[in-house]
């Protein structure tokens, strides 16, 4: 693949307005609870076990995820020592690494179009949904990683480059090492569709066993890891990842069931703000770039992803992430049709004023019931972007990518002010450190420790347990704190109403309620019998 160089502003402000959002995340935010919290304590558990074929969830081989985020975590605490920050740095430059190959793919798209890689990072960063992820401790944006690295390699295989084979073929394999056969989903519907827009001088024949060699590569690779863990983790886990991971992935998939159509209000929506920005409807109308083969390149790319995505029934909007960038390419290249002349930026003022409103008029739009924390919401943070788009109307008229630039500096923004509004309210009730902890001293000191109810792991990274935790059926627990009068029971008090009080410590879990309690075990027996109920409801 062709090396790129940023213009050298965008390569200094980029990463400023990434690392500026981190900070201010890192600053306000704990590891939240369930999926930040569990992927982190499986590294943890990685970490604490020298283990880093399999990975385990509290003591338990964990099949649901691949590796290879886990392995980046691992490479950091390897150079940083073990800490919060690391694993919460990975997304972000991730997202990073994400916006350098898309300027790769505008450049080798249209190398003669340089206003289509200066705006392309930029729409990128100004969705909110890319900024909004990129601060979560997620698998996603290794995937929209390995897909964009895959068409890198097609495209260099169409111009008759048989690296691109072998670019191809690793990101087929970092990709199932990233998040399973999905990476396949992304890669082979452009890859077979070929005769749609490559011109090779090297005949189909020839396309299709490069493309057929590639997938061998990505299945060396991801079987070097998958063969020797299937083999070292056991018969259950070793189904798991080969069987769980494929066919068990469609049938999990009915977990978040939605209709067929569900996917199409949500485009607009997640292309917002710049289908406001009239440079696209202007360019919309603009003749010169219909017909290209880089068009005809995106929609192989973009259309039967999307169209597979709509008829699996399992759905959830992240899922869309990796057709992002291609999306973002085909705005760059509609922005970059009419002519370049400079303009307010209007749209950057405008999404500065909407946020900001929407932040302030938050207490009237949301109700209490509906999030605890909304009672509690300061006006400034809204207030400030109110003021900041007024003072951007002032502005004179800049240049395209200059408007562009405003615009995704914009969204930055917005979200650093949604986390300085809402979370100085509800980050308490998703902080496991003060709970965590207690669990550690409990551990420390020799008490068996049990969870009521299915547990996720929450607690294990936040406190760094040294073990697991028992985690009890419902109908176990009462046998349990019989059978273990010395140990502790943490459980969530909202599903047993009849306790009443009794527990040695409580804190708020997910709502300004002190529902996270953690009892003595002959406590905890004591009230069950006391209350005639030996089963919760979680």
């Known amino acids: 693949m062709s090396s790129v160089r940023l213009p050298v502003p965008d390569a200094a402000v980029l990463p400023a307005l990434v690392a500026a959002l981190m900070a201010v995340v890192l600053w306000l935010r704990p590891l939240l609870p369930v999926d930040e919290t569990r992927y982190v304590a499986v590294a943890w558990e990685m970490w604490l076990r020298g283990d880093f074929l399999v990975p385990h969830l509290n003591g338990q081989a964990y099949h649901h995820k691949p ?53 392309a990072p930029w729409l990128l960063l100004g969705l909110p949904l890319w900024t909004a992820f990129l601060t979560l401790v997620q698998f996603d944006l290794l995937l929209v990683a390995c897909t964009l690295a895959g068409m890198l390699g097609l495209l260099s295989a169409a111009d008759g480059a048989r690296r691109g084979w072998w670019w191809l073929g690793l990101a087929i394999g970092l990709g199932v090492l990233s998040k399973g056969p999905v990476i396949l989903l992304h ?3 452009t890859a077979l569709l070929a005769p749609l827009w490559a011109d090779v001088r090297h005949g189909w024949r020839r396309w299709y066993a490069g493309l057929l060699g590639a997938v061998a590569v990505g299945a060396a690779i991801a079987l070097a890891w998958a063969v020797p863990a299937g083999i070292a983790g056991g018969a259950a886990y070793r189904d798991a990842i080969f069987w769980g991971q494929t066919a068990g992935r469609v049938v999990d998939s009915f977990a978040h069931r939605q209709p067929w159509w569900w996917y199409l209000p949500w485009l607009p929506v997640l292309l917002l703000p710049w289908l406001l920005w009239g440079r696209l409807w202007r360019g919309l109308r603009c003749g010169d770039w219909r017909g290209e083969r880089q068009l005809r390149f995106l929609l192989a790319w973009l259309l039967p992803v999307l169209l597979a995505f709509s008829l699996v029934s399992g759905k959830q909007v992240k899922y869309l992430l990796p057709l992002v960038p291609v999306a973002v390419l085909l705005l760059a290249r509609l922005a970059a049709a009419p002519p370049g002349l400079p303009r307010r930026p209007g749209l950057a003022a405008a999404w500065l004023m909407l946020g900001g409103g929407l932040l302030a008029l938050a207490p009237m739009l949301v109700r209490p019931e509906a999030a605890f924390w909304v009672r509690d919401l300061p006006l400034w943070p809204g207030l400030v972007l109110v003021g900041a788009g007024l003072l951007t109307l002032a502005v004179p008229p800049v240049s395209v990518p200059a408007q562009a630039r405003l615009t995704a500096v914009a969204t930055v923004l917005v979200v650093m002010a949604g986390h300085l509004t809402v979370l100085p309210a509800a980050a308490p009730a998703y902080d496991l450190w003060p709970a965590a902890r207690r669990i550690a001293e409990l551990q420390q000191a020799g008490a068996p420790v049990a969870h009521a109810g299915r547990y996720h792991g929450q607690f294990q990274f936040p406190g760094r347990l040294q073990r697991p935790l028992t985690e009890l059926e419902r109908t176990a627990v009462a046998d349990w704190v019989r059978a273990h009068p010395r140990g502790y029971v943490i459980l969530y008090q909202a599903d047993w109403p009849g306790l009443g ?10 709502s300004d309620a002190a529902d996270l309690a953690l009892w003595r075990a002959a406590d905890l027996a004591g009230a069950l019998e006391g209350s005639g109920r030996d089963t919760g409801t979680r």
């Open 67 to 119: 590796p290879l985020l886990f392995w980046l975590i691992q490479a950091g605490w390897a150079v940083f020592g073990v800490n919060d920050w690391w694993p919460r740095l990975v997304a972000p430059l991730l997202s990073l690494f994400n916006l350098v190959l898309v300027v790769m793919l505008a450049r080798r798209l249209w190398p003669q179009l340089a206003l289509v890689r200066q705006l």
């Open 501 to 510: 009080p009794g527990a040695v410590a409580l804190w708020p879990y997910r």
């Open 187 to 189: 890669l082979l519907p």
